[in-house]
């Protein structure tokens, strides 16, 4: 919600389908049975790009989903990309810590958290984020949570 919010904000031309399914599936590679010993990053990109080929997506928009997955953590590199991947980024962002705030009301804000309640989501990712730093200690998240995205994520907008 968070991404087409910020694409309708700034009048981009997207793929709508494909910020969603790379939206609801950026952080697929965090779960156990897809986590393995590299980048959750990529990890989840992969699962999410042979899932929706299966199921008959045409392999021009999974690989821009596999794309907007693999790149929605790359700082830097992800806002340069296509506007997909760029949203996914932004919108993942916004979630996670509030960045590009500026770019929506806060009534869209009150309105997007009140249909999808975050229900305890600072916690909750803040632990899930612990373990992979843990597992990954050269990992890119390890390398973000060492320059203080833990800290950003618990000032997030949000009231939890």
Known sequence: MFADAIG???QLRY???VVY?????HDIGLMAQFNGNGSFEVEGADVARRFLLKRGLPERRADLVHEAIA???AVGKASKMAPEV???YFGAGMDVVGFR???LSTETVRHIVDAYPRQGFKKAFSEVLDDEVRRKPF???AGHVGLGFSRRIQSAPFAE
């Open 15 to 17: 793929d709508r389908e």
């Open 86 to 88: 760029a949203l996914v």
């Open 8 to 10: 309708r904000h700034n």
């Open 71 to 73: 790149l929605h953590a």
């Open 139 to 141: 990992s890119h998240m």
């Open 101 to 103: 705030a500026e770019d």
């Open 21 to 25: 399914l790379a939206a609801v599936m």
